[in-house]
């Protein structure tokens, strides 16, 4: 699988995170599937106390900086 080949080395700082979609299929296109990631990612900084310092979600995937916060 590809996600065998990456590891978070330092859990504490930044990191550039790609997600895409199966087989590449124009999903997030429909509003109502943008909303569950939009709705996803501000539970993860509310919640799971996640920062995300930079965002966008394109047609079949996604791009973010993200990090974990210490507390």
Not at 7 to 34: A, E, G, H, M
Not at 43 to 66: D, F, G, P, Q, R
């Amino acid at each position: 699988m590809a996600g065998d080949r990456y590891f978070i080395s330092d859990q504490y700082v930044p990191y550039y995170i790609t997600c895409t979609v199966i087989k590449w299929i124009d999903l997030f296109t429909r509003r109502d599937y943008r909303d569950v990631i939009v709705d996803s990612l501000n539970h993860c900084c509310k919640e799971k106390s996640i920062t995300i310092y930079a965002w966008v979600i394109m047609s079949n995937h996604m791009h973010l900086v993200a990090q974990a916060s210490i507390f």
